[in-house]
């Protein structure tokens, strides 16, 4: 019955992402936190992670703008192995702390800037790559963070999921990579993460399904939900 319930909140989770581009590590870190505790449900998060994003990649490959997705990855690929090492460095709550209010003061401050048609350039995701990729690295996800800086960039429903995706699954790639390499994922939580994984690939599909029905300001709307969400989330998990 756990397994039932991890693939069946993972298929929901994969249904969030693939219509708001993150979200499914807020649904899943709490259960596999329980089943197989705090140490392990990283890695796990981290190889779902990266096969829910390569679903979102397959959902939207037509309109991913490949040229931003290199700008950040450049930097926030090497960022992303950075963190992963200095994961167990940090006192405990104090990235989440930092982030929670970070996610709900982006809320005003991206609608403000919205009404001046603020735009970031490829330079810009270059330059903001390394500290998001670095903070990728440390906490669970920083998918709310991903988000604006691609709506800033001027991306928007399709384009913005499977750029944000196509960007993420190569720092999630890396994050993997070096938990495998420092000896953080056997072989066991491997397998665990990708059948997660293929979970969230479906909700992919399923959620593409739902974005192709919105209006756009309707999704911008669901966006800003999303960070109010993260935000208090985070800051209940540092609090606790």
Known sequence: MDYLLMLACGLFAGTLGGIVGT?????LMPI??????????????AVAAFAGNLGRVLAWRREIDWQA??????????????????????????AESALGVFFLALIPA??????????????????????L?????????????TVPLFTFYGLERGAFLGTEAAS??????????TFRALGALPLDLLLH?????????????????????????????????LMAVSGTSLLWVAFR
């Open 23 to 27: 979200g499914s590590s807020l649904v």
């Open 168 to 177: 993420s699954l190569a720092v999630y790639g890396a994050k993997a990579t």
């Open 133 to 145: 990729g670095l903070l990728t690295g440390i906490v669970v996800s920083t998918g709310p963070l």
């Open 193 to 225: 993460g990708l059948v997660v994984g293929a979970t969230l690939m479906a909700g992919s599909f399923v959620g593409r399904s739902v974005v192709l029905r919105l209006s756009s300001a309707s999704y911008r709307s669901l966006i800003d939900a």
């Open 69 to 94: 997705c290199g700008a950040y990855c450049v930097t926030a690929v090497p960022g992303a192995m950075l963190g992963a090492r200095l994961l167990l460095a940090l006192p405990a709550g104090a």
């Open 32 to 45: 596999l936190v329980v089943m197989f505790g705090p140490r392990q449900a990283v890695p796990i998060m």
């Open 110 to 131: 991206r609608r403000w800037l919205a009404r001046r048609r603020f735009r970031l350039s490829r330079t810009h995701l270059m330059l903001l790559g390394a500290p």
